[in-house]
Nanobody, 126 residues
Framework: QVQPVESGGRLVQAGGSLSLSCAASRGSFMNYATAWFLQAPGHHLDFVASVSWSGTITTYSDSVKGRFTISRNSANNMVDLQMNRLKPEDTAVYYC???????????????????WGQGTQVTVYS
């Protein structure tokens, strides 16, 4: 029912920062856990980060720990991904996902998430 819409992707120099946003253009994320996935060129979807419906539990992939931060706004209609110290290997299409109960299939699995945005392109150059 909820419709995630990503924005913020752009070309950025390695070492720089970028903030992606995922807006609930329809409904809200109040009752949903949310996550970010990425798809690098020629690869399948990989888990990036997630935040629980309560906003209190966050999970990150090892590759982004300490560099990326996922957060939700107080209105629960926006999920951001703050990306710092970007690397060329971060280049990918980033997708926002939401689901009322993703843990039933494992939060790192794309199949556990029912609602997806169309993605936003992030390109990191050196």
């Amino acid at each position: 029912q909820v419709q995630p819409v990503e924005s913020g992707g752009r070309l950025v120099q390695a070492g720089g920062s970028l903030s992606l946003s995922c807006a609930a253009s329809r409904g809200s994320f109040m009752n949903y856990a949310t996550a970010w996935f990425l798809q690098a060129p020629g690869h399948h979807l990989d888990f990036v980060a997630s935040v629980s419906w309560s906003g209190t539990i966050t999970t990150y992939s090892d590759s982004v720990k300490g560099r990326f931060t996922i957060s939700r706004n107080s209105a629960n209609n926006m999920v951001d991904l703050q990306m710092n110290r970007l690397k060329p290997e971060d280049t990918a299409v980033y997708y926002c996902a939401a689901d009322p109960s993703p843990v039933r299939g494992g939060i790192r699995s794309p199949s556990s998430w029912g609602y997806w945005g169309q993605g936003t392109q992030v390109t990191v150059y050196s």
